[in-house]
């Protein structure tokens, strides 16, 4: 495993994003690129992929946070498959995973399904598979996003924003998920591959805003939160250097009227008041007052 933390790891954990929400649309939008590549599931093309329940039985107050069923035609047994989206370590989560287990045990029996569990851990730093407690053991299968999953194999599939957090992205990473985005045959699902993207936060989101703009993708970015966002920090930072520029020309401009004021029209009088705006502007005005000389003012 590489020590180099995800791309802008730090500021996602600082800042407040729905990873569970977006983790989980992304699944229900493709369930079957997901459950390949992120559940390590075997598929033909010939199944049937439905969306199971998440709630306990007897514990209204605690979900799964995804389930599928993937039934095989003309041969059994079921498939179910338990996802659940993990952004930190928790003391309790392993005992939760044990009682998920159990709840989805005593729903599918065993002759007839056969369970999986999977975790996903978006920032990575996840827990191993594995729980021994007494006489239980369970073992998932655990995926911390940043180093267990391929980006060229991301980038080749629906599920390419997530290549944003890989520790050894290609150098061409934000472009390519862009051109696999603007490829995306509906905008409800490019909402989605977008809003996910969005998560990675710092630079990487905003290159890859810059990437789809290029694309002519204004109007879908404008859909989106994090692509309004981004925009009206953008326009924000706009009016604030514009603001400071227009402070910058009236320093230049009330100098040069003072000098002409002073000493009247003269050849460098434009470079003159600029130079003296830019450096020490109240000290200038306080020599030009005190009878400084062009001389002493131009050395």
Known sequence: MSDRKPPDAADA????????????????????????????????GREAIVDGPTEQPRQRSRQCDKVFLVHHLNRGPTDVYHIEIQLKRTEDFQERMVAYWASLALKYRRLAYCIHQVVLWPLGGGLPGRFIRDQAQLEYRSINVPDDLDPATLLASPLAPLALWAQKPPPDLTERVADRIAETDTIEEQLVQIELGMLVGGSLAIQVVEALRRR?????????????????????????????????QGHVDGMRALLKARFGEFGDLDDLARRLAEHDHDGNIARIVAGATLAELRS
């Open 216 to 248: 002519g993708m204004n109007d879908v970015l404008e859909q989106t939160t994090s692509g309004r966002e981004i925009a009206q920090r953008n326009l924000d930072q706009g009016r604030e250097q514009g603001r400071e520029q227009g402070v910058e």
């Open 13 to 44: 954990r600082q800042v407040p994003r729905d990873f569970d929400g977006l983790y989980k649309a992304l699944l229900e939008t493709y369930p079957r690129d997901a459950l390949s590549l992120l559940c390590g599931a075997r598929l033909n």
